[in-house]
């Protein structure tokens, strides 16, 4: 791929999905690009990136979702679901008891294994059995890992990185191959195909946000827009968890990271006034 | 250093098992069939047990059902590891004593994983 056809597809990526790819990144972009030039018929991708030019919405979005990745597995990076469970879950518990309502969204959910971890840990808690409404929304750019999330279906390999035995027998159906997550875990999880960059507007005010290996795939602007617009809809006293060894150091002023606990973020309080430094 | 005693009567198996699991810095031991390794149990107990359920002599499960009725007070980690993947063999070996279950085929990655689920990595 010559420099020129890198850069305008690099310009058309960052314009729609916010990814931010670099030059190092051009036999990754390759290798990628040719199941899509095989699905749309192109024999190079010279070919593909001329046809990009004329707005072709479907073999944009296509190249949109070959570039990201979609690794994951069941309760990945232990820390952080031990975080929400033993101090964002407990305070919460506390601070919507009167309401009894519990608003979660999963920024990137790939095929559906940090939303169901989320919903395993929530069911330990039998929340709903005690009256609680609980809701789950979980979104990702890529509609073939929507699909994927929402049938549920996990092969024999996704389903032992991660999960104990005895959670997938507690928590799975064998279906052939491969193991079936259980309906009353499905029915907390709403999916829909999103993109971080359009408006947050049709989500609630929420409770706790996950948003783990994404912002890295952004330029500096895109994760402040992006932090910024989830401190929109982040309540007062909700919390932010991204990867443990993701840091927001510099990216903005918005969240306060919780002490002893990397990746964990509450929103910053507003300095009053009168205790701002003078001078 | 930890032990572990990799119980198979297919030789491949154990060999490609104990190499994994010298990566991950266990010290590995190898029985062919169940009655092998309660002898070697009686020698030294490991500290996890890598267990297959189908075997000549004494299978996986009676293997674990005589470990477990003639320990006491050491207790080691077991963990199937078998083609043997319906839930009525893995609730069988649950009640029987296995603290974890992985289905074969499986990879250094499920195993390691595994191993971190029981706490031993």
């Known amino acids: 791929m010559s420099e020129q056809d890198f850069a305008y597809l690099a310009d ?27 699905r749309f018929g192109f024999k190079t991708a010279a070919a593909l990136l001329k046809e990009l030019q004329y707005g ?90 929507i699909a994927r999330a929402q049938d549920g279906l ?29 309906d009353h875990l499905r029915r907390m999880v709403s999916y829909r195909t999103f993109n971080l960059l359009d408006s947050y507007g049709w989500l609630p005010d929420l409770d706790v946000v996950f948003c783990r290996n994404v912002l890295m795939y952004f330029d500096h602007k895109t994760r402040l827009s992006v932090l910024d617009r989830i401190g929109d809809i982040l309540a007062v006293d909700g919390a932010l968890l991204v990867g443990p060894a993701e840091s927001m150091g510099g990216y903005t ?6 002490e002893g606990a990397p990746g964990l973020y509450y929103k910053a309080k507003p300095v009053p006034l009168r205790r701002r430094a003078v001078g | 250093m930890k032990t572990c005693l990799v119980v198979d009567d297919s030789r491949v ?58 320990t006491s007070g050491n207790h080691p980690v077991v963990v199937f590891c078998t083609t043997e993947n319906d839930v009525a063999n893995i609730t069988e070996a649950l009640g029987a004593g296995a603290d974890e279950y992985i289905m074969k085929p499986y990879d250094r990655g499920i195993l390691e994983a595994k191993l971190a689920e029981v706490g031993l990595i």
Request: glycine content about 4%.
């Open chain 2, 13 to 70: 198996i154990r060999k490609v098992a104990c190499r994994i699991l010298q990566d991950l810095a266990f010290e590995t031991d190898e029985a062919e069939n169940g009655a092998a390794a309660l002898m070697a149990c009686r020698r030294h107990m490991p500290d996890v047990i890598l267990l297959d359920w189908n075997m000549p002599q004494m299978s996986g499960i009676e293997f674990l059902r005589a470990l477990r009725s003639e």
């Open chain 1, 253 to 258: 002023t918005g969240y306060a990271a919780a």
């Open chain 1, 56 to 145: 072709h919405e479907a073999l944009i979005q296509a190249v949109i979702e070959a570039m990201t990745t979609n690794d994951s597995s069941f309760f990945r990076d232990r820390k952080t679901f031990e975080e929400f469970r033993d101090i964002v879950l407990p305070r919460l518990l506390v601070d919507r008891a009167a309401t009894r309502t519990l608003r979660l969204w999963c920024t990137a959910c790939s095929a559906g294994q940090e939303p169901y971890s989320i919903a395993m840990i929530l069911d330990d808690f039998n929340l709903v059995a005690q009256g609680w409404s609980v809701s789950i929304f979980a979104t990702d750019i890529n509609s073939e890992m």
């Open chain 1, 154 to 182: 996990y092969s024999q390999f996704e389903v032992q990185r991660g999960l104990s035995i005895r959670r997938l027998v507690a928590n799975f159906s064998q279906e052939g191959e491969g193991w079936r997550i259980a």
């Open chain 1, 12 to 38: 058309v990526i960052r314009r729609r999905s916010g990814i931010a790819l670099t030059e190092k990144k051009t036999q990754l972009v390759e290798n990628r690009l040719v199941p899509v030039m095989r």
